[in-house]
């Protein structure tokens, strides 16, 4: 006999919100404060992932992509436009807010990769404590998707089976993670196809 389902993990960005700080952002920041783009995100890909699972601040990643010479903006300013890339995607946020309304028996929890500074400036300026109950984001645990510890962590938070679960997350090896572990996993591609999917389930 199947279980039912008790707990809906999601992720933010790719399907919620566009992602905190992708590559079209970067590129966008260094043409419009004027930096060497090939420099700048050869040394974010050498520090972001230890920024994104909270092992250094916002301040130490901008001291080592973008400030590490004197650069005739300020810190600040560069801060800003980064959170300013973050945008709501479609209509799939506020679906799904209503979507929990009709469901107040089920948990929605975020299961997320994203940097604390970001995380939390997200959270505040889209109201995502109107969806979600909790946040498993990598840089309070610690550790990323597809990482299996992260999943294993949002099973125990929420307490329960991995049957017990629906997921959904934009990238497919994220997917494909979240299936290993016997979690019900689907992939985001729009809203339309998530919307029709989650009329589907037996909640």
């Known amino acids: 006999m199947a279980k039912k389902i008790k707990v809906l993990f999601s992720d933010i960005g790719g399907v919620l919100l566009t992602n905190g700080w992708p590559h079209q952002s970067r590129m966008a920041?260094?043409?419009k404060f004027h930096i060497d783009y090939d420099e700048m995100n050869i040394l974010h890909d050498f520090i972001f992932n230890v920024y994104e699972i909270g092992r250094i601040?916002?301040?130490?990643?901008?001291?080592?992509?973008?400030?590490?010479?004197?650069?005739?903006?300020?810190?600040?300013?560069?801060r800003e436009f980064m959170f300013a890339q973050s945008q709501l995607l479609s209509e799939t946020l506020p679906w799904m807010i209503e979507w929990k309304r009709k469901h107040e028996h089920i948990k929605v929890i975020s299961m997320n990769n994203e940097?604390?500074?970001l995380n939390q400036y997200r959270i505040r300026k889209f109201k995502l404590h109107d969806l979600f109950d909790a946040f498993i984001s990598s840089c309070e645990v610690g550790m990323r998707k597809p990482d299996p510890g992260i999943y294993h962590i949002g099973l125990g938070i929420a307490q329960v089976h991995p049957e017990e679960c629906v997921y959904f997350d934009d990238r497919i090896m994220l997917v494909e993670a979240a299936r290993k572990i016997g979690i019900q996993a689907y992939q985001h591609t729009d809203f339309e196809s998530t919307r029709n999917l989650m009329e589907s389930i037996e909640w």
């Open 57 to 78: 601040t916002l301040d130490d990643y901008l001291d080592t992509v973008v400030f590490n010479k004197e650069r005739d903006f300020t810190k600040e300013e560069f």
């Open 115 to 117: 940097p604390r500074e």
């Open 29 to 31: 920041a260094a043409e």
